[in-house]
């Protein structure tokens, strides 16, 4: 069979067309941390800081508890000014992240409960709560999957209460 220039031209435009029409990728764009940060988010001054672990309260009848001695591990968590989290344990990092917080729908004035969400698992978010005993600050941070038998409540205290550092 023999082609002119003109026939492999076309051909060639003809498979190539056919070629990126079959081909079409839509790109989901990556997310921005920076409007994840600022929508529908809060400042929540008191937060900033350094927290330890001190329990975490759970199982069917939220008769379990587990401290740091019991299960041999010490865990830490810093909250900064510039909206990130870090997760230390036994003082090695073992996660960072961007945070947000915002307003629950669990609302009382007397009882504020706030809405922590973190930038790579957008689903899954928290509802935290500070708490004030004795000229000490406490945060409890409830998870929210719904397991009734699992570990649900983690209190944490303040250890460090100068913000500025963060």
Not at 43 to 66: A, C, H, P, Q
Not at 91 to 100: D, L, P, Q, R, S
């Amino acid at each position: 069979m023999y082609f002119t220039m003109r026939h492999k031209a076309i051909f060639l435009i003809s498979f190539i067309s056919v070629l990126f029409a079959c081909n079409k990728i839509d790109i989901e764009p990556e997310p921005d941390p920076l409007s994840f940060l600022t929508e529908n988010s809060i400042k929540l001054d008191e937060l900033i800081g350094e927290w330890v672990w001190v329990s975490s309260v759970g199982g069917f009848t939220g008769s379990i508890v587990l401290t740091p001695e019991s299960e041999g591990y010490s865990q830490n968590i810093l909250f900064t000014t510039s909206r990130v989290y870090i997760e230390l344990i036994d003082g090695e990092i073992v996660n960072t992240n961007y945070f947000k917080i915002e307003m629950s729908t669990i609302w009382k004035p007397e009882m504020p409960i706030y809405k922590l969400t973190f930038f790579d698992n957008i689903t899954d978010s928290v509802n935290v709560r500070l708490y004030k005993e004795n000229d000490t600050d406490y945060l409890y941070m409830y998870d929210l999957s719904g397991c009734r038998d699992c570990i649900g409540t983690n209190i944490f205290q303040k250890i460090n209460l100068n913000s500025t550092e963060y």
